[in-house]
C-alpha cells in the first residue's frame, strides 16, 4: 500500500496562475481533507470530503476549489493564485468511524508551494 | 471554543537525554487524542491514540498520558536519539472535528 500520496512535492507560482494539487489514498477511506501549515500555526482545515461525490468548507476555504469524482482521489484546485497561498499543502485521508481507539487521520508527504 | 495548547514551542536536548511534552485542550465533546510526530519535509505520522477511559499508551520509547478530567496529556520521550529531532503535534477530536494544536519542536543534539 502506497497510503496517501501527494502530486506535485513542490511547485513554484506566479500570482494569478492557477493550478491543481492531486491527492490519492488506497486505503478505501470514506474521509478525505485537505489542510494548509504554516509556519507557527497548526494544521487549518481548507476542504474536505464525507464520500466520492461530496465536499464541505472548511476553515480557510477562500480561494480554493475542490473535487472528488473518484473515492480514491481528492483534487485542490487554485484558480487564481496570491502570495497568501504559500503553504505547504497536506492531503489526509480517514475511514469511516468505527472506535474511537482506532479513528486516525493518514496524512501524505505535502505539497510545497509558493506563490511569487 | 475548542482550542488545543501545547508547550514548550521548541526544545533542545542531548542525546540519550529524557523529555516531555505537554497538550492542554478545552474540547468538547472529546473522541480522542492523538500524537504525530512530523519530520522536517515530511508529513504527520501517529504515534499514539488514547481515549476517554485510558490513562497511559506507550509506542517503544515514546509514552503518552491522558488526564481527561484536567483536560491535559503529555508525551514522555525516553533516552532520546537524533532521530527523535521532529515536530510533535497534539490533535484532539471531537464531534467529527480535529483540533490541530501548533506543535513542540524538539532538536536533539549530540
Redesign the interface.
Known sequence: NAGVTQTPKFRVLKTGQSMTLLCAQDMNHEYMYWYRQDPGMGLRLIHYSVGEGTTAKGEVPDGYNVSRLKKQNFLLGLESAAPSQTSVYFCASRREFLSAHTDTQYFGPGTRLTVL | KNQ?EQSPQSLIILEGKNCTLQCNYTVSPF??L?W?KQDT??????LT?M??SENTKSNGRYTATLDADTKQSSLHITASQLSDSASY?C?V?GG?Q?Y????TSLTVIP
Not at chain 2, 519535509?41 to 501517529?46: C, D, I, M, N
Open positions: 488545543v473522541s480522542n492523538r504525530y519535509g515530511r508529513g504527520p505520522v501517529s491514540i481515549t476517554f503535534i490533535v477530536s467529527n480535529f490541530f494544536g501548533t506543535g
